[in-house]
């Protein structure tokens, strides 16, 4: 097609699109807008900008159709999934409490929302709505074995996950993460594919760590509210990676004190697997927090050791969700003075993705293997990745 035929970009960058290759469709994307500003190449446009982990953006581009043209096939969806992304639970609830009618793919948005919110009986309540419209949706009898195993226990959120497992074209990592179970209970695992097994490789690793009565968590800020009361040694309690505040409200209801959050809200400083330098940014907007919360905006290197030089003391608590192993390791480098018996560490991507090996969990070995710390593992999330240990005597 020659570079001159009208609509040649909007044709590339939807062909782009659907080849999941997202800085060519947002190319030519962005150059159809410019040409022929119609809301079909809009909504292609806030699909290229999802792809491309920009939830941001995408839900800006969204947002601006929901007022022009809201009726378009699909918007509401995808607006509700950009909010989701971009760590705007509440916004992506609301949307599908506003629906007459939610859909499938807006009761998955709205269940998983409310996950991430810690609602384990609301989302627990939407996977059930949608597995009972479409009986064979893994994705949703996975979802949901997560608030099951917080509100019923294992025995049903195994039965879930064994679900998801057998329908048909099944995500493998739900195989694996039977496995990662098993592990951690101390049973035989179950076969998994190799595409898969790194998900219980990682849970594999904590085994010669693992507490005696370490718990599992299906839900993020249960793990975290339940980690915090763990700590008991006084002292500061901190979290690295704030994004929207999700986590840092969590903990700081639990802690009973005041709570300091770093981030640059910039998003992350380098490239983490696919993800581009800058994913999960907030474009430098702060979110609002609860008045015992005092955020220090700025890259960890040049705002902890300014905290440090001015607040004593050891650390209580620290959330580290820094994803990349560099940024974990200059927070644990800065902290490793104050850093002590019963201090409690929770990293949020500690196990479970395919490059566990070279991020929170190479930074945090590499500091206890240099400064002879020995640590337990006192609870897990496979779902969500985290893991939360305490620093023995």
Known sequence: MPEDTPGRAVVAGAAWLGRKRAPAALDHLLRAVGENDDPATRMLLGRAYLLAADPGAAAMVFEDLH???SDLPGLTEALACAYRSDARYADAIRLAGEAMAPGNDLLYEKAMSQACLGDAEGSLASWDALIGRVPDRAAAWYGSHAPALDLL??????RRLHRAA?????NGKYQAMLAAYDLLAGRSPRPCSRKHAYVADSAAA???HLDAGVRL???????LAWAVGEARRPGLVLEFGVRRGTSLTAIARAAGQEAHGF???????EAWGSAPRGVLSTGREMPAMPPCVTLHPGWFEDTLPVFLATHD???????IDSDIYSSARTVLTALAGRIGPGTVLVFDEFIGNRTWRDDEF???HEYAEARGVRWRVIAVNLACKQVALTICE
Do not use: H, I, Y
């Open 206 to 208: 904590l085994l010669p």
């Open 263 to 269: 981030d640059s809200f910039e998003g992350l400083p």
């Open 166 to 170: 057998a329908c048909p074209k099944a």
């Open 217 to 223: 968590f299906g839900m993020a800020p249960a793990l």
């Open 153 to 158: 226990g294992w025995p049903e959120a195994e």
């Open 362 to 364: 190479r930074a945090f």
């Open 67 to 69: 007022e022009r043209a």
């Open 313 to 319: 003391g050891f650390v209580r608590f620290a959330n």
